[in-house]
Every structure is written in structure tokens, then in C-alpha cells.
């Protein structure tokens, strides 16, 4: 199997306070990676470090292939990054998002057409491509969004609580790109503070004051902590 | 009473543990004393210098050693011929070239014919205009020492006057206090209410019992201390270190100090009843007063020589009429009968500010 | 009978050319935990706003105790403790700090009025002199709760306390409110987009483009469900959905954590669809659940 992300005793300290401490873990190509934690608990640094924005006091890491210390201006045309306030400039259009992303990685004029032809029909959107972003409804952002900071075909994306505030539906929506990218073999890596999304994940890891402290499918989790669902295992394990 | 003293020392607060408002309130004001005072200054010394001398007698050599030791000029070469005065100036090593005549000593006595040739590079024309005045200066002494001319001639006099050394001091304390003032309370004022908008914290108080006046006040009595201790510590550094003359009265100065803080303050809450967030305040700040007060009050533009409709205009900058009250307090030691034109229009447009915040001042939000 | 706290008559509100607030009419008894569930941009944050007297409505009053909304302002802006959405707190003022000013600015102390707080207290007190913005997100929604509690208001608005906190907090921050309601009878009107926060609320509504889909206890609005409800469990959710997605007699397919919620056009067609997929190599179990409140609400999304 492909390893997408390989870290291996990764740490980071701020002063005196470890905020990873020592993880290691794998993700393979493809899979659905569901990153756990409270607010706190260090999953945002450590995804700092795995998109290589944040270097590490100690240990090693591979993404993509790319280490995160010596390579990260390679890794960083391999990744795709999305989060709840990373958003798309509302004073454009939304053709002129994605030129403006599209041309950060390099894509040509027409690679940047074809894939948001392909991108507007899959989302079933109709005809706004000329459309400002500030006009288009907050569900529909979220889903452009997502499809934006795919545009280049990375090998992951990162999403860091993409669904917040989003109705139930957009949020079941959003899910459904999400398995299609994994289909088409890109890994995506998420955080959630929604635990029936973590249900939705291959694997979920769960982080606890820069530790990982569990890690498994659903199944495996649920049986090692005899709980009936993801919610009674995070409060389970955020108050040891 | 005890809500407001709450209020107050939470402001404080906000000032005391944020190290850009305290640079701006207190770093600022020093800094840009200082920088007028000393690498702003206008006055030039070491002008670079070539001199021709056709003459070569004992009264052109006395001249020339009155001019380098005047320490406005180094003499950089010494000249052959005419052509070689372009040469250096092309070269860039001169700003003045000084041509001596043969006749020297006789035009020196006869106030009719020109007595030399100065030739400047006007490229930087304030430069070029203040080295030729020096040497006017200096040569129109000479010709006083030498006894030759009986009386010092009107015309070289007005020139002496455009010596900057004292007028650039006296012109910029009264300038930076005028600017620091409007800044500290007029921006820092209508920041810290916005900052409030953008944090959510102002939904708060505005759905707490507090009256908008307390917060009104409290917003602004902080910065009224500030602003006067910011204007007492640049009036202390030009006395001090520039030597700035206090010729009128002390408490009709700090009276008129602290009305121009008021002016300030009430521009700064209208401002911060507009803007939402800290980025309009600080750019309605910076566009719509500094710039104008900047640009408009006379601090480093003289409006005697602007065109008329910015004279016009300037009547509406506030930072002018305190210029002049200040100046001519300092400067002159006039007191209120001769200024309570300027006092009277700064108290009216205090009174029109605070009026149109109370209008615009929302208990709601929008 | 319980006392009518909170009248909201048939309110209106627009901002340009979107309404935020279409024709809504609420009625809130004393003591009660009442919970506004919605996703953003369904309007809460507007009627909190038009309730806690910082918006004047377009169409429609709003009551108060018996106080309106928009010319008794000043009576009522006494009585209510507020909790904006999002972080609203001195973040450059500590823990203690926060508290003081609050207190003051309602004219109180906390002392007077510490028994409120105290449950929430004790868990801050390790902290009380570190800055708020040093604090959790748990940590920062708890003293935000304490800031609006500290003058013992009659109604608490919270709005979106929880939003963007992790499970155990927001667990934490809803064991607080209950205790709250239980010991000093406050009305609580309270804003979340977390469907599973709605059944720990005496009565919601369920809000969304400024419309109310529907009002009543947890337990009852999963009544107002229309279907008979199934959930499918799989060995591989995602693509099972795909393929009930392509079938005629489902009328809906949802995913539901590690279980699909499926509804029928005719609730007898479950034979024939278990042997459709069982034709198709699916291994799976099908049952029938009581809905609950997400799938209520995503039901009346779609009626709208």
C-alpha cells in the first residue's frame, strides 16, 4: 500500500509547553483520516507541520512523499488545504477564484477551464461562474470551496471543521465530495468537532493533550472502549 | 459613579497592555520631535564649494578664508578657468561655484556693480536658494568689515531673514503637538471604539444598563489624559533641548491645549460612530484628518502661498486655528484678546461634533 | 400555568434584499430551556438581536415580561443577561478581570450575586488571572456565560455558545445551563447549529431561512416526521447509498454516522428492497428507528 503521510515521533514545544508530544501514525492513499481532538489538544499544530507552514522541534515526517522539513515547497504543490475561515475572496467571481488558485499551482488557461467546467457540473450549480462569491448562499461556498482546493489534484487535502454552522443537508452534501475524492484516490484528512462525520471516516485518530490516544476504524474504537458511538469514545477519552 | 471608575480602569487597561498603543502614544511623540528637530532640520552646513578667483590679491584671500571658516561651506577646488566650473558640477562633487572678478576690491566698494559670480546647482532648488543666500550674507559682512559700504543694504537683510535655523524649530513644535494631538485622540479614540464593534463586546454593554454617555466618556477621558501629558512632554522637549521660547501665559497655553484635545476627542467619537470595524476607523482617521491637518493647517505649507480655494479650505481645518493660537501665545505672548477669534472657532466646532455624535450615537445596532 | 415570558408576534426583518426573519411568532414560558436550532444564516442571530432590544423589527413586537422590545428598551436591558455569538470577551483582560468590569457595568459585585456563578466559577478559579484570550475555547464560553450571569438576569440569551467547541465541552457547557435552570428558575433562549443539542432543551424551534420550521418539546417534533424511518447498516455505507440513491421507491437516503437513514415511498416496499439488495451482494441489516430531530429537520428543509 501507498503511504500518503508518514510521521514518526513528531513534537512540537512552545516554551515549556508540549503542544504535540511524540505522534507517530500513517495514512494510506485514499483513505478517509478523521483527526479528533478538543480545543487545544494540538491538532492544529500538528496539521501545521504536516503542511509543512509549522517546523517541528523534534521527530520526522512525510507528506506525499515530500519531507516536511527539507522539502516543503515541493510538498506544498502535492497538498490542498481548506478550513472553516479559509474562504474564497467574496469581491471576485467565482471564475476568478479559481484562476487565481489555479494559477498559484500552475495550472494552464485551459487545464484551469476544463476542471471548472467539470467542477460546476458536478456540483450542479448551474451558470455562475460569473457570479461574485459574496452573492452565492453559505452552503454553496463550502462545497465550492472544497472543489477549489482540490483544483490541482493534490495527493491530500487537508480540511480543518469544514462543515461547521452548515445545515444538515450542505453537511451530508459535502460528504458525498468528499467520498468522491477519496474515490478517485485523493486521501483527505479532516477534523470535525460533528461526531457522527468521524463515523463517516476509514480511520479516526483521537488527540488528548498533544498525545494521540486512540486510534482505529470505527469498529475497532468502539469496541476497545465498549461505547455505542464516536461521541460516548471522545468523551470517554478527552476526560481520562 | 462606581460603573464609571470601573470603566475607566478597564480602558486604561486596554492601553497599558497593548505595546503599539503604548509606542504610538508615547514613542511617537518623541520620535517625531526629535526627528524634526535634528534630520529634518532645514538648515544646511558644509555646502560644497569651488571657487574661481580671477583676483588673487590679499582681499580675495580674505574673503575666501571668511567664507570656509562661516563652516556653511567646504571648499572642494580650487577653479583655473570658466570651463572648468561646469565639469565639477557635472561631476557632482559641488553645489556652488563661486567666480571672484579681477576686479574684485573696486566692485567691492560700489554697491552698483555686481561684486561676484555665484553659479548654484538648482537641481535641489532649496538647497541651491539657501547657499547663495549664505553667501550674500557673508560677502555683504565682508564688505561692512572691510568698511566699504556705509549701510547694510535692504535687499541682502531680507535674504538673512530666510535663515530657516530659528523659524523650522519654532514652526514644527507647535506643528507635531497640533499632529500628535489629533492622532492620539481622534484615531486612538475611534479605534478602541471600534475595536469594541469587532469583538462583540459592544452588544454588551449596549444591551447592559450603562448609559451611552458613561461609555461615551469612558472611551474619552483616558485619552484626555494621555494627549495632555503627550503635549507637555513635547512642549518640555522644545523648551529643553530646542530652546523654544515661552513668551505668553501658561495657563491660557494649557487652556487652549486642552481644548484642542476636546475638538480632537469629539472628532474621533463621531468618526467611531460611523465606523465598524478598526480598519475604516484608522482609515477615516488617516485619509479624512491626518493628511488635511498634515497637509492644510500650515505646518509645512505656508497657506499664504497656496492656491485660493485650498485657502478656503483650510478654514475648515481645526489643526490651523491652533496652530496660530499656539504660535502666537509661544512666539508672540499674546493673550486671549487677540486669539478669541481662533478659541471661539475651535469651542464651535467642538459643539458641533459632540452634538452630531449625540445624534448619531446608536443605542441599537444596525 | 406558567408565566409568559417572551411574546415574539409575527416579526419581520430584512436586510436590503435578504430576509433575515420572515413573519416569526414565538411565545416562551418562565423557567423554560428553549433551544433555536438552525445552521447559520437561518436568522437566530437577528432575532437575538431584535429580543435583546439592539434591533428594532420591521413588522411584528416582540414582549419581553410584558416590556416591548423597542420603547420599554431601557427596563429590559436590565433584566437580561446576553452572550453574543462568538468570542465577546476583553481578551487582553484576565479571567478576574472580565468578571469585575461585567459585574460593575450592571452595577454588582460578585460576591452578591456569587452563588450563580458558582458551579461555573470553581472550574475557572485555577485560571482567574490569565488573560481570556489564553484561554480554551471550553474555558472562553464558560466565563462568557459567568460575564452574563453575573447580574442574576430573568432571561439568559445565548447565542451559538457551543459553536466551533469540542463534544466535551459542549457536554460541560449544557450540564451548566441545566443545573442553572433547576436552581434559579431562569428562562434560557438558546441558539445552536447541533442538531443533538436540541433534545437536551425543554421545547425548540427548528429555524431556517428566517422561516420557523417547527416548534415543540424534542420528543414531539420528531413526530412531525412523515415517513416511516429505516436504518441500513453496511459493510460499505457509501457505496450502498449510491445505489439506494438510484432506486425508485426510496424517497430519501441519508448518511447518519456508521448508518444510513432511509425512507420509502411506500413504507411495504422493505421486502422488496431487501431483496433487491441482497440480489446485488450487500450485506447489511435494515430495521425501522424513531426519527430524531436532525432527520425531522432535514425533512422540513426539504418540504420548504
Request: glycine share 6%; aromatic share 8%; charged share 20%.
Amino acid at each position: 500500500m501507498n503511504k500518503v503521510i508518514e510521521v514518526e515521533n513528531l513534537t512540537r514545544t512552545f516554551g515549556h509547553f508540549k503542544a504535540v508530544d511524540n505522534i507517530s501514525f500513517n495514512v494510506e492513499k485514499g483513505e478517509i483520516f478523521g483527526f479528533l481532538g478538543a480545543n487545544g489538544a494540538g491538532k492544529t499544530t500538528a496539521i501545521k507541520m504536516l503542511t509543512g507552514i509549522l517546523e517541528p522541534t523534534s521527530g520526522k515526517g512525510k507528506v506525499a512523499g515530500f519531507d516536511i522539513i527539507t522539502e516543503r515547497n515541493k510538498l506544498k504543490y502535492k497538498i490542498g488545504y481548506m478550513s472553516q475561515k479559509f474562504s474564497l475572496y467574496e469581491d471576485l467571481t467565482l471564475k476568478e477564484n479559481i484562476g487565481f488558485y489555479g494559477g498559484i499551482y500552475g495550472l494552464r488557461k485551459r487545464e484551469i477551464a476544463e476542471r471548472t467546467k467539470k467542477m460546476i457540473a458536478r456540483l450542479q450549480l448551474g451558470d455562475i461562474e460569473n457570479t461574485l462569491i459574496a452573492e452565492i448562499p453559505l452552503g454553496w461556498k463550502q462545497k465550492i470551496a472544497f472543489s477549489v482546493a482540490t483544483l490541482h489534484h493534490p495527493d491530500i487535502v487537508f480540511l480543518d471543521e469544514p462543515t461547521s454552522g452548515v445545515d444538515p443537508i450542505t453537511r451530508r452534501q459535502f460528504w458525498d465530495l468528499i467520498y468522491q475524492a477519496a474515490d478517485e484516490g485523493i486521501t483527505v484528512f479532516v477534523t470535525t468537532h460533528y461526531m457522527d462525520e468521524a463515523e463517516y471516516c476509514d480511520r479516526i485518530s483521537m488527540m488528548v493533550r498533544g498525545k494521540i490516544a486512540a486510534m482505529g476504524t470505527l469498529d475497532e474504537l468502539l469496541h476497545k472502549h465498549a461505547a455505542k458511538d464516536m461521541d460516548e469514545v471522545f468523551l470517554k477519552l478527552a476526560r481520562q | 459613579m462606581r460603573t464609571f471608575l470601573a470603566f475607566i480602569k478597564k480602558e486604561f487597561k486596554h492601553i497599558f497592555r497593548d505595546k503599539r498603543t503604548l509606542l504610538i502614544l508615547f514613542g511617537m511623540p518623541i520620535i517625531q520631535v526629535l526627528l524634526f528637530g535634528f534630520a529634518i532640520t532645514t538648515e544646511i552646513k558644509d555646502g560644497k564649494m569651488a571657487i574661481l578667483d580671477l583676483a588673487k590679491n590679499r582681499m580675495s584671500q580674505q574673503y575666501i578664508s571668511k567664507i570656509t571658516s562661516s563652516g556653511y561651506f567646504i571648499l572642494k577646488e580650487n577653479l583655473k578657468n570658466y570651463s572648468e566650473i561646469e565639469k565639477s558640477f557635472k561631476r557632482g562633487s559641488i553645489k556652488i561655484a563661486l567666480v571672484i572678478p579681477e576686479k574684485f576690491a573696486e566692485n567691492l566698494g560700489n554697491t552698483n556693480s555686481s561684486v561676484v559670480q555665484v553659479i548654484a546647482d538648482a537641481s535641489d532648488p532649496n538647497m541651491a536658494t539657501m547657499l547663495t543666500s549664505y553667501l550674500s550674507g557673508i560677502t555683504n559682512s565682508f564688505a561692512i568689515e572691510k568698511r566699504l559700504v556705509p549701510e547694510v543694504p535692504i535687499k541682502i537683510e531680507s535674504k538673512m531673514l530666510y535663515n530657516p535655523e530659528n523659524k523650522s524649530v519654532f514652526m514644527f513644535v507647535p506643528g507635531v503637538m497640533t499632529i500628535i494631538l489629533m492622532l492620539v485622540s481622534a484615531m486612538m479614540t475611534s479605534i478602541t471604539v471600534a475595536r469594541e464593534k469587532e469583538i462583540g463586546t459592544m452588544e454588551i454593554l449596549l444591551v447592559s444598563p450603562l448609559k451611552p454617555a458613561i461609555i461615551i466618556i469612558g472611551k474619552v477621558l483616558p485619552y484626555l489624559v494621555l494627549s495632555l501629558i503627550n503635549a507637555f512632554t513635547i512642549l518640555m522637549l522644545g523648551f529643553l533641548v530646542f530652546g523654544m521660547p515661552m513668551e505668553g501665559s501658561r495657563i491660557l497655553l494649557f487652556l487652549e491645549i486642552l481644548l484642542f484635545i476636546v475638538t480632537s476627542l469629539s472628532l474621533g467619537i463621531l468618526i467611531s460612530t460611523i465606523a465598524q470595524s478598526q480598519q475604516t476607523a484608522m482609515m477615516m482617521s488617516l485619509m479624512g484628518l491626518m493628511l488635511p491637518t498634515i497637509l492644510l493647517s500650515g505646518f509645512i505649507f505656508p497657506i499664504e502661498s497656496m492656491p485660493r480655494i485650498l485657502q478656503i479650505l483650510s478654514n475648515v481645518i481645526p489643526a490651523k486655528w491652533f496652530i496660530i493660537i499656539i504660535k502666537s501665545i509661544m512666539l508672540k505672548g499674546v493673550g486671549i484678546r487677540v486669539v478669541w477669534k481662533e478659541t471661539l472657532i475651535l469651542a464651535g466646532t467642538s459643539l458641533l461634533f459632540i452634538l452630531m455624535t449625540i445624534k448619531k450615537f446608536k443605542i441599537r445596532m444596525e | 400555568m406558567h408565566l409568559q415570558m417572551i411574546e415574539i408576534k409575527n416579526i419581520s426583518k430584512s436586510y436590503s434584499e435578504i430576509k433575515a426573519l420572515d413573519n416569526i411568532a414565538l411565545h416562551i414560558e418562565e423557567g423554560k430551556l428553549f433551544g433555536l436550532i438552525g445552521p447559520d444564516g437561518a436568522g437566530k442571530t437577528t432575532l437575538f438581536r431584535i429580543l435583546t432590544t439592539l434591533l428594532i423589527p420591521d413588522r411584528g413586537t416582540a414582549t419581553l415580561m410584558n416590556l416591548d422590545t423597542v420603547t420599554d428598551y431601557k427596563k429590559i436591558r436590565r433584566q437580561i443577561g446576553y452572550m453574543p455569538g462568538r468570542f465577546s470577551l476583553y481578551s487582553d483582560l484576565s479571567v478576574q478581570e472580565n468578571l469585575e468590569f461585567f459585574a460593575q457595568v450592571f452595577n454588582t459585585t460578585i460576591e452578591s450575586n456569587f452563588e450563580m456563578i458558582r458551579d461555573i466559577y470553581v472550574l475557572l478559579e485555577p485560571f482567574k488571572k490569565r488573560k481570556a484570550r489564553d484561554l480554551s475555547g471550553g474555558m472562553k464560553q464558560k466565563l462568557a456565560l459567568c460575564c452574563a450571569l453575573i447580574h442574576k438576569p430573568k432571561i439568559l440569551f445565548l447565542d451559538e455558545p457551543t459553536f466551533g467547541v469540542d463534544p466535551v465541552s459542549r457536554k460541560e457547557f449544557w450540564d451548566n445551563l441545566k443545573k442553572l435552570q433547576k436552581t434559579d428558575n431562569i428562562t434560557t433562549v438558546v441558539s445552536t447549529p447541533y442538531m443533538d443539542e436540541a433534545a437536551l432543551c425543554d421545547e425548540v424551534a427548528l429555524i431556517q431561512k428566517g422561516k420557523i420550521l417547527a416548534v415543540d418539546t424534542p420528543g414531539n417534533i420528531s413526530k412531525k416526521f412523515s415517513h416511516k424511518l429505516f436504518e441500513v447498516k453496511t459493510n460499505n455505507n457509501y457505496k450502498t447509498l449510491l445505489f439506494l440513491r438510484k432506486m425508485d421507491r426510496i424517497h430519501s437516503a441519508f448518511m447518519f454516522g456508521n448508518s444510513i437513514h432511509l425512507t420509502l415511498n411506500n413504507a411495504n416496499e422493505v421486502t422488496g428492497l431487501t431483496t433487491e439488495l441482497t440480489a446485488n451482494n450487500f450485506e447489511f441489516s435494515i430495521k425501522n428507528i424513531e426519527p430524531n430531530i436532525e432527520d425531522t429537520f432535514m425533512e422540513l428543509m426539504q418540504k420548504e
